[in-house]
Protein backbone atom coordinates (compact mmCIF):
# COMPACT_ATOMS: atom_id res chain seq x y z
CA UNK A 1 0.00 0.00 0.00
CA UNK A 2 1.72 3.03 -1.36
CA UNK A 3 1.92 6.20 1.70
CA UNK A 4 2.01 10.04 0.58
CA UNK A 5 2.43 13.23 2.20
CA UNK A 6 -1.01 15.05 3.03
CA UNK A 7 -2.85 11.57 1.66
CA UNK A 8 -6.18 9.89 3.16
CA UNK A 9 -6.07 6.96 3.68
CA UNK A 10 -8.83 4.49 4.91
CA UNK A 11 -10.40 0.99 5.82
CA UNK A 12 -6.71 -0.99 4.50
CA UNK A 13 -4.19 -3.07 6.29
CA UNK A 14 -0.58 -1.30 5.80
CA UNK A 15 2.53 -3.40 5.10
CA UNK A 16 5.72 -2.23 4.02
CA UNK A 17 8.86 -0.75 4.47
CA UNK A 18 7.93 2.95 5.12
CA UNK A 19 11.97 4.00 6.26
CA UNK A 20 12.90 7.66 5.94
CA UNK A 21 10.39 8.23 3.58
CA UNK A 22 8.19 12.30 3.71
CA UNK A 23 4.71 11.29 5.44
CA UNK A 24 4.09 14.79 6.66
CA UNK A 25 0.41 15.58 7.01
CA UNK A 26 -0.74 11.53 6.48
CA UNK A 27 -4.14 11.01 7.63
CA UNK A 28 -5.13 7.18 8.69
CA UNK A 29 -8.28 6.13 9.27
CA UNK A 30 -9.60 2.90 10.33
CA UNK A 31 -6.38 1.28 9.61
CA UNK A 32 -4.22 -1.78 10.66
CA UNK A 33 -0.47 -1.56 10.32
CA UNK A 34 1.57 -4.75 10.61
CA UNK A 35 5.15 -5.72 10.44
CA UNK A 36 5.96 -2.47 9.19
CA UNK A 37 8.98 -0.15 9.09
CA UNK A 38 8.64 3.78 9.55
CA UNK A 39 12.19 3.98 10.80
CA UNK A 40 13.32 7.83 10.21
CA UNK A 41 10.36 8.58 8.67
CA UNK A 42 9.20 12.44 8.93
CA UNK A 43 5.53 11.81 9.95
CA UNK A 44 4.58 15.06 11.42
CA UNK A 45 1.32 16.39 11.59
CA UNK A 46 0.43 12.92 11.52
CA UNK A 47 -3.83 11.94 12.29
CA UNK A 48 -4.80 8.59 13.11
CA UNK A 49 -8.25 7.03 14.24
CA UNK A 50 -9.46 3.81 14.78
CA UNK A 51 -5.95 2.40 14.21
CA UNK A 52 -4.42 -1.03 15.41
CA UNK A 53 -0.57 -0.80 14.86
CA UNK A 54 1.28 -4.36 15.55
CA UNK A 55 4.86 -5.24 15.23
CA UNK A 56 6.13 -2.27 13.74
CA UNK A 57 9.41 -0.05 14.10
CA UNK A 58 8.89 3.76 14.31
CA UNK A 59 12.62 3.78 15.89
CA UNK A 60 13.75 7.80 15.57
CA UNK A 61 10.58 8.71 13.80
CA UNK A 62 9.23 12.60 13.68
CA UNK A 63 5.64 12.69 14.88
CA UNK A 64 5.61 16.28 15.87
CA UNK A 65 1.87 17.33 16.43
CA UNK A 66 0.35 14.44 15.70
CA UNK A 67 -3.03 13.69 16.61
CA UNK A 68 -3.91 10.39 17.81
CA UNK A 69 -7.52 8.68 18.75
CA UNK A 70 -8.53 5.25 19.26
CA UNK A 71 -4.86 3.87 18.92
CA UNK A 72 -3.55 1.03 19.85
CA UNK A 73 0.32 0.25 19.37
CA UNK A 74 1.24 -3.20 20.28
CA UNK A 75 4.65 -5.42 20.58
CA UNK A 76 6.04 -1.92 18.27
CA UNK A 77 9.49 -0.69 18.75
CA UNK A 78 9.43 3.28 19.23
CA UNK A 79 12.98 4.04 20.39
CA UNK A 80 13.91 7.94 19.97
CA UNK A 81 10.36 8.69 18.35
CA UNK A 82 9.59 12.31 18.61
CA UNK A 83 6.64 12.76 19.59
CA UNK A 84 6.15 16.86 21.16
CA UNK A 85 3.23 19.09 21.26
CA UNK A 86 0.85 15.86 20.11
CA UNK A 87 -2.32 15.45 21.32
CA UNK A 88 -3.72 11.49 22.42
CA UNK A 89 -7.16 10.64 23.16
CA UNK A 90 -7.63 6.39 24.13
CA UNK A 91 -4.54 5.22 23.31
CA UNK A 92 -2.73 2.33 24.16
CA UNK A 93 0.91 1.21 23.93
CA UNK A 94 0.88 -2.33 24.69
CA UNK A 95 4.77 -4.15 25.23
CA UNK A 96 6.19 -1.12 23.76
CA UNK A 97 10.11 0.03 23.47
CA UNK A 98 9.95 4.06 23.81
CA UNK A 99 13.15 4.64 25.22
CA UNK A 100 14.28 8.00 25.11
CA UNK A 101 10.90 8.68 23.53
CA UNK A 102 10.14 12.66 23.09
CA UNK A 103 6.53 13.58 24.91
CA UNK A 104 7.56 17.12 25.56
CA UNK A 105 4.03 19.90 25.99
CA UNK A 106 2.33 16.29 25.18
CA UNK A 107 -1.23 16.21 26.09
CA UNK A 108 -3.02 12.84 26.63
CA UNK A 109 -6.91 11.49 27.87
CA UNK A 110 -6.86 8.12 28.84
CA UNK A 111 -3.63 6.81 27.81
CA UNK A 112 -2.30 3.30 28.56
CA UNK A 113 1.11 3.02 28.80
CA UNK A 114 1.21 -0.83 29.87
CA UNK A 115 4.82 -3.22 29.74
CA UNK A 116 6.22 -0.25 28.24
CA UNK A 117 10.04 0.42 28.13
CA UNK A 118 10.17 4.45 28.68
CA UNK A 119 13.51 4.84 29.84
CA UNK A 120 15.14 8.24 29.57
CA UNK A 121 11.92 9.21 28.28
CA UNK A 122 11.50 13.09 28.17
CA UNK A 123 7.63 13.95 29.43
CA UNK A 124 8.90 17.92 30.12
CA UNK A 125 5.25 19.85 30.33
CA UNK A 126 3.21 16.87 29.43
CA UNK A 127 -0.21 16.54 30.84
CA UNK A 128 -1.74 13.56 31.22
CA UNK A 129 -5.12 12.80 32.45
CA UNK A 130 -6.23 10.31 33.51
CA UNK A 131 -3.15 8.05 32.18
CA UNK A 132 -2.00 4.34 33.78
CA UNK A 133 1.65 3.20 33.74
CA UNK A 134 1.38 -0.06 34.31
CA UNK A 135 4.93 -2.47 34.67
CA UNK A 136 6.91 0.06 33.36
CA UNK A 137 10.32 0.87 33.01
CA UNK A 138 10.65 4.84 34.26
CA UNK A 139 14.12 5.02 35.14
CA UNK A 140 15.64 8.19 34.19
CA UNK A 141 12.73 9.47 32.64
CA UNK A 142 12.45 13.38 33.41
CA UNK A 143 9.25 14.28 34.47
CA UNK A 144 9.73 18.21 35.30
CA UNK A 145 6.92 20.32 35.09
CA UNK A 146 4.16 17.62 33.90
CA UNK A 147 0.48 17.41 35.02
CA UNK A 148 -0.38 13.47 36.02
CA UNK A 149 -3.47 14.20 38.02
CA UNK A 150 -4.63 11.30 39.02
CA UNK A 151 -2.23 8.71 37.00
CA UNK A 152 -1.29 5.09 38.28
CA UNK A 153 1.77 3.89 38.17
CA UNK A 154 1.67 0.44 39.59
CA UNK A 155 4.25 -1.97 39.12
CA UNK A 156 6.30 0.77 37.07
CA UNK A 157 10.41 0.93 38.28
CA UNK A 158 10.22 5.03 39.11
CA UNK A 159 14.47 5.04 39.65
CA UNK A 160 16.04 8.33 38.75
CA UNK A 161 13.72 9.95 37.61
CA UNK A 162 13.59 13.69 37.46
CA UNK A 163 11.00 16.43 38.26
CA UNK A 164 9.69 13.91 41.44
CA UNK A 165 8.21 17.09 42.39
CA UNK A 166 5.34 16.87 39.89
CA UNK A 167 4.37 13.58 40.91
CA UNK A 168 1.74 15.41 42.79
CA UNK A 169 -1.78 13.78 43.45
CA UNK A 170 -0.57 10.16 41.55
CA UNK A 171 -1.50 6.54 42.80
CA UNK A 172 1.41 4.23 42.95
CA UNK A 173 1.49 0.84 44.97
CA UNK A 174 2.75 0.05 48.28
CA UNK A 175 6.08 -1.93 47.08
CA UNK A 176 7.02 2.10 45.30
CA UNK A 177 6.85 4.12 48.24
CA UNK A 178 10.57 3.87 49.65
CA UNK A 179 12.38 4.26 46.12
CA UNK A 180 10.14 7.06 45.29
CA UNK A 181 10.20 8.84 48.44
CA UNK A 182 14.27 9.30 48.12
CA UNK A 183 13.10 10.83 44.44
CA UNK A 184 10.28 13.04 46.15
CA UNK A 185 13.25 14.39 48.93
CA UNK A 186 16.26 15.04 46.33
CA UNK A 187 13.50 17.05 44.49
CA UNK A 188 12.48 18.86 47.68
CA UNK A 189 16.23 18.75 49.17
CA UNK A 190 15.23 17.36 52.17
CA UNK A 191 18.14 15.65 54.01
CA UNK A 192 17.99 12.41 56.42
CA UNK A 193 20.79 13.64 59.05
CA UNK A 194 20.59 12.01 62.33
CA UNK A 195 22.88 13.99 63.85
CA UNK A 196 21.12 16.41 65.95
CA UNK A 197 23.30 19.75 66.52
CA UNK A 198 21.43 22.88 67.96
CA UNK A 199 24.45 25.03 66.01
CA UNK A 200 22.91 27.62 63.50
CA UNK A 201 24.24 27.61 60.37
Request: glycine content about 6%; overall charge negative.
Amino acid sequence: MPLAADAVVTGVTILGDFSAHHLQGLVLEDAHIVDSSFVAADLNQLEMVDVLVEGSNFSGALMEEATLSRVVFKSCRMSGLSLPRSQMRDVSFEDVRLDDVNLRSCTGERVLFDHVNLERGDLYAAHFTPTCFFDCDLRGVDLSGARLRGAKFHGSDLAEIKGAESLRDVVIDSSQVLPLAIRVFAALNIRVDDDRDAMFE
